[in-house]
C-alpha cells in the first residue's frame, strides 16, 4: 500500500499489533456537489403574452393548461396577464358548441361524459371538458379528481380535461369557467362540455354560459319528482336517464314517461324548443348517439328561430352584471377600513344594540368616504 496515502484514524491504539490493523486511503477531493451547492436558482422565464397567444392557437396542451392555471389565479398580476392574452384571443374563440351537464351525485354524469366525449371525438370533434369542481367552505381546497375518473377519454389527443375548483375571489365559476371555456374554444376545441358539482347555485351559473343545457338522472323517477325542485327543471333542455341496462332498463323507461308528463307541463328553458326525457345507458355506449342528434337538432332550430343568437348576447350582458358585482364586493370587504369596523358593527348587531340595516347603512357610508378620499 502506498504510505503517502495511507493514513491510521485518530481512534486507532499508537501501537500497531496484528491484533488491531485498520487504516484508510485518501481519496480525491469531489468538488462536483459543492459547486451544486453553491450554484444560485435559476428561475423559469416567464412566457410572454405572445408565446401564450401563439401557443393556445397552435393547440399546444402544455401552454394552453398554463394559460388556465394564469386564469384560475386571483393574483393581480396574472390576472392582468391573463386578460391581455384573452384580449388577443378574442377574434378566435365563440365557434364552439357549449353544453352543461348536471346531475346528482351517482347519477354517473362522469361516465356519461367520458362515453359521449368518446363518441365526439370519434365522429372527428375535439371535445374540452370542464368539470366545475366543489371548493371546501371550510379549506377553500377541491379534489380535483375527474381526470382519474376519466381515464381514456384523458388519454384522448382529441379531448382536454381540466377540472378546475369551484371556489375563489372576483368572478369564482362565472369568471374562471367562462374565461378558460374561451381559451379552450382558440386552440380549437369545437364541442365544450362543462360539468357542474350537481347541487345547487352552480346550476344556475352553469346555464348562463352554456348553449344546452341537459340534466343526467336515475330510475326512480316517481320518488325523485315529489321533491324535484320546479326551477332546476326549468333550466334543462334536456333530461337523460342513465344507467337503463340490464334488469334496470324497464325502470329507466318507466322513469322516461314520468318525467316527460311532468316536463309537459313547465315552461320549456328555450323559446321554441320542447324539453324531453331520454334514456342511456353510458357503461354500454347505448343511447348516447341519440343523445347527440338531440343537441345538434336543438343547435339548428334554436339557430333557425334566432334564439341560439340571442342566448349568446345575454349571456355576455349577464357576465358584465356578475363581473361587476363580484368586483364591488371583493373591493367593499377587502378595505382596510371595513376590515377594521366590521367586527365591532358585527358585535352590536349580534347584541341587539343596533339594527341590520343600520349596520349596512354604516358600512357603506365608511366605505364610500373612505373611497372617495382615496
Not at 24 to 32: A, F, L, M
Not at 102 to 110: I, R
Not at 175 to 199: F, Q, S
Not at 324 to 334: H, P, Q, R, V
Amino acid at each position: 500500500m502506498n504510505e503517502e496515502r495511507t493514513y491510521r484514524p485518530e481512534w486507532a491504539p499508537k501501537e500497531q499489533t496484528a491484533d488491531f490493523a485498520t487504516a484508510y486511503v485518501k481519496g480525491k477531493e469531489d468538488t462536483t456537489l459543492r459547486s451544486q451547492e453553491t450554484k444560485k436558482w435559476v428561475k423559469r422565464k416567464e412566457r410572454s403574452v405572445s408565446e401564450y397567444v401563439e401557443g393556445v392557437l397552435n393547440n399546444d396542451r402544455t401552454i394552453l393548461a398554463q394559460a388556465i392555471t394564469l386564469v384560475e389565479s386571483n393574483a393581480a398580476k396574472h390576472m392582468e396577464r391573463a386578460q391581455q392574452i384573452l384580449h388577443e384571443l378574442l377574434p378566435h374563440v365563440g365557434r364552439s358548441i357549449r353544453i352543461g351537464i348536471t346531475g346528482v351525485p351517482g347519477a354517473g354524469k362522469s361516465t356519461f361524459i367520458e362515453a359521449f366525449g368518446q363518441f365526439l371525438c370519434e365522429q372527428g370533434h375535439r371535445v374540452a371538458v370542464l368539470a366545475v369542481d366543489p371548493s371546501s367552505s371550510i379549506t377553500g381546497g377541491s379534489i380535483l379528481g375527474d381526470k382519474t375518473r376519466m381515464e381514456n377519454l384523458a388519454r384522448d389527443p382529441r379531448a382536454f380535461i381540466r377540472p378546475s375548483p369551484s371556489g375563489g375571489t372576483l368572478g369564482g365559476v362565472h369568471r374562471k369557467t367562462r374565461e378558460t371555456m374561451l381559451l379552450c374554444e382558440a386552440a380549437g376545441y369545437d364541442i365544450i362540455l362543462i360539468e357542474t358539482v350537481g347541487v345547487g347555485q352552480s346550476e344556475f351559473v352553469v346555464r348562463s354560459m352554456v348553449d344546452f343545457f341537459m340534466m343526467i338522472a336515475l330510475t326512480g323517477a316517481g320518488d325523485e319528482l315529489q321533491g324535484m325542485k320546479k326551477g332546476i327543471m326549468e333550466l334543462v333542455d334536456a333530461v337523460v336517464i342513465n344507467k337503463a341496462d340490464g334488469d334496470n332498463k324497464p325502470k329507466a323507461e318507466a322513469a322516461r314517461e314520468e318525467y316527460n308528463q311532468f316536463l309537459h307541463y313547465l315552461r320549456p328553458a328555450t323559446p321554441g324548443w320542447e324539453t324531453k326525457a331520454y334514456t342511456c345507458s353510458a357503461l354500454l355506449g347505448e343511447g348516447i348517439e341519440k343523445v347527440w342528434n338531440v343537441v345538434e337538432a336543438f343547435i339548428s332550430v334554436t339557430k333557425q328561430s334566432g334564439a341560439f343568437d340571442a342566448r349568446r348576447r345575454h349571456q355576455l350582458k349577464d357576465w358584465i352584471y356578475s363581473m361587476i358585482k363580484d368586483y364591488l364586493e371583493s373591493s367593499f370587504f377587502s378595505h382596510p377600513q371595513i376590515k377594521a369596523e366590521l367586527p365591532m358593527i358585527e358585535n352590536h348587531v349580534i347584541a341587539g344594540t343596533l339594527s341590520v340595516t343600520k349596520a349596512v347603512q354604516q358600512l357603506l357610508q365608511i366605505y364610500e368616504t373612505k373611497k372617495g378620499s382615496e
